[in-house]
């Protein structure tokens, strides 16, 4: 079928596109058409799951963050309870989500909101604002979904559907681009501003999807400037993104009865805190395994795994190698078994390499 034709813009011109009631026609839509989602569920919402839900939703699938999000609410199930945790323990519920700056933050934010707040989330733009690891987009969401403020939540949903719906050219990512889209937010928002904010991040996420949309199931196809000019697949304009800095990684798989040596990483930078194998990054595998050798005064014997893992910024290029270490670097360094382990927050890909391991050790012990 030809969408394109099917599709009567009810004599609109061009310019007047989308026209003033598509977000009502959105609206509707959302209505009958609204995911289901555990931070969903409460009748009125609870700002902590909507905050947390955002939060963990940033770089991550739905999908993945369902079963993190009721887990995490079992755990803690209040700002208090989140509060008085240790941060490994924040960390290690966290563990497999990524980005762990994220944990961090929620959990320097809880304490703060315990501190100033009594245990809860203002209702005050400037205040949320001022907790860590709260920017604009979190902020409208939880004003306008838990408190029913007319706020807008601009992510990366928000701006490619605005992008297609009015045919911006610029590109969105850039200041100007972001700006234009920011004015058309703010003359369009609803009263309905919480439920506008998720029916866009719906849309977003299943229909007005990144690379190929799904116009054809669209409920705003006879509104969108873009579809009707044949750019719904052009548009927004990108910029190409920088070449991810690539890097090779030699780990060390220490074990002495029935236990593996783990590093803790340092406190700040990339992955701070948290746990993984022996580790050398380098820009060439044998320099990497190399310097592993040096470090551990061992031999590094026959690689056993191997994984390439890409950050946002980085790609490692990881091998690891059963070892034996004379020598244990200085640094945070300990002997773990995999019951032991299993509760600590181990870093991103390690937390794979230890999955590895501990079949390993199990099948020789
Ligand atoms: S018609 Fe297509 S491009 Fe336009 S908003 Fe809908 S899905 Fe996006």
């Known amino acids: 079928m030809n969408f394109r034709k099917w599709s009567d813009p009810l004599a609109m011109t061009k310019e007047e596109l989308p026209g003033k009631n598509w977000t009502a026609i959105l609206l509707a839509w959302f209505d009958r058409n609204k995911r289901d989602l555990p931070w969903r569920e409460d009748k009125p919402r609870n700002p902590y799951h909507v905050w947390i839900s955002e939060i963990m939703l940033q770089q991550t699938r739905t999908e993945a963050v369902k079963p993190y999000f009721v887990s995490w609410m079992e755990h803690f199930p209040t700002i208090h309870d989140l509060a008085k945790a240790d941060e490994a323990d924040v960390l290690h519920q966290w563990q497999g989500l990524g980005y762990y700056t994220r944990a961090r933050n929620i959990h320097r934010a809880a304490r703060e909101m315990e501190e100033k707040y009594g245990g809860h989330l203002p209702e005050n733009k400037e205040e949320i604002l001022s907790l860590p690891g709260i920017g604009g987009y979190t ?30 050219e610029e590109d969105i990512l850039k200041r100007r681009g972001r700006k234009t889209i920011e004015s058309l937010v703010k003359e369009t928002l609803p009263n309905r501003a919480g439920d506008f904010n998720e029916a866009l991040m719906d849309l977003g996420a299943e229909i007005c999807i990144p690379r190929s949309p799904r116009c054809e199931s669209c409920p705003l196809l006879s509104r969108c400037r873009a579809f009707h000019e044949g750019k719904e697949k052009e548009l927004p304009k990108r910029t190409p993104k920088k070449p991810q800095k690539e890097e090779e990684a030699a780990c060390a798989i220490v074990v002495r009865e029935g236990k593996v040596l783990l590093h803790k990483r340092p406190s700040k930078g990339m992955l701070a805190s948290m746990w993984e194998f022996p580790m050398v990054l380098s820009g060439s595998a044998e320099k990497a395994r190399t310097a592993l050798e040096t470090a551990l005064s061992g031999k590094a014997g026959e690689c056993l795994w191997q994984y390439r893992h890409v950050f946002t910024h980085r790609i490692w290029h990881m091998k690891a190698y059963r070892m034996e270490a004379s020598h244990i670097p200085e640094g945070e360094y300990g002997w773990y078994s995999p019951e032991e382990y299993r509760e600590l927050p181990l870093a991103g890909p390690h937390a794979r390499l230890a999955a590895f391991v501990e079949q390993l050790v199990r099948q020789r012990s």
């Open 139 to 168: 902020a409208g969401a939880i004003l306008s979904m838990a408190y029913g403020k007319k706020e807008g939540a601009i992510d990366g949903n928000v701006l490619r559907v605005y992008a297609r719906l009015y045919a911006v």
